[in-house]
């Protein structure tokens, strides 16, 4: 059982910033496709952005690309989502996701076997 936590969510005004952190208290992540996914109310959880266990292959929705950027720490420890440029439609509780699988569709949330509980992300217009 892998335990994700994430953090650095939070309220910010429309074009600003936010950080978020995925982590998992006590383990590497490094053997893990990792994904970020998001939920806003009333819509269903979508896929935001992933990197591979090995760092070299990315993916971005449409929605965010340019403007978000994964990455992993260099102890590979953490996942870093780096958010700019927000705007009030990514307001959304903002998932971290784990795959154990060695070849995996990254973009779909079933191919992911741990979640964390999620952090709250709102930007104000």
């Known amino acids: 059982q892998v335990q994700l936590v994430e953090s650095g969510g939070g309220l910010v005004q429309a074009g600003g910033s936010l950080r978020l952190s995925c982590t998992a208290p006590?383990?590497?992540?490094?053997?893990?496709?990792m994904g970020w996914f998001r939920q806003a109310p009333g819509k269903e959880r979508e896929f935001v952005v992933a990197?591979?266990?090995?760092?070299?292959?990315?993916y971005y929705a449409d929605s965010v690309k340019g403007r978000f950027t994964i990455s992993r720490g260099n102890a590979k420890y953490t996942v870093w989502l780096q958010m700019n440029s927000l705007k009030p439609e990514d307001t959304a509780v903002y998932y971290c996701?784990?795959?154990?699988?060695?070849?995996?569709?990254?973009?779909?949330?079933?191919?992911?076997?741990?979640w964390g509980q999620g952090t709250q992300v709102t930007v104000s217009s």
């Open positions: 006590g383990r590497t992540l490094s053997a893990y496709h």
């Open positions: 996701a784990a795959s154990t699988r060695i070849v995996a569709n990254m973009l779909r949330g079933d191919e992911y076997d741990y």
């Open positions: 990197i591979s266990w090995s760092g070299g292959t990315t």
